[in-house]
């Protein structure tokens, strides 16, 4: 079992940036891919970044390229996802998530456990 507590959401302002943190517990959660997805009011939940289990493979959703990178320290059990040059449309509760996969995916059914989510509210 892994459980997952996101924390470092808040109210910022467009152009600004911010650093989520998601810190788990469990031996496991150093060999589990772990993504980072957001949900919007009246959106589906959306796919923002994934990293493998050792950090060399990593992916972002095309909104969020170029702006946001994912990390983790395994020694910490801790992901993080640090946004920068952020807009009023990256407003949004964001989700991280770990999965026992053999690949990163955007598919979030596939990811076995989920935080209970940091909001993230842009102010232009």
């Known amino acids: 079992q892994v459980q997952l507590v996101e924390s470092g959401g808040r109210l910022v302002q467009a152009g600004g940036s911010l650093r989520l943190s998601c810190a788990a517990s469990g031996r496991t959660f150093s060999t589990y891919t772990v993504g980072w997805f957001r949900q919007a009011p009246g959106k589906e939940r959306e796919f923002v970044a994934a990293?493998?289990?050792?950090?060399?493979?990593?992916s972002y959703g095309d909104s969020v390229k170029g702006r946001f990178t994912i990390s983790r320290d395994n020694a910490k059990n801790t992901a993080y996802l640090q946004m920068n040059s952020l807009k009023p449309e990256d407003t949004a509760v964001y989700y991280c998530a770990a999965g026992a996969l053999s690949r990163i995916t955007t598919i979030p059914r596939l990811y076995d456990y989920w935080g209970q989510g940091t909001q993230v509210t842009l102010s232009s």
């Open positions: 990293l493998t289990w050792n950090g060399r493979i990593t």
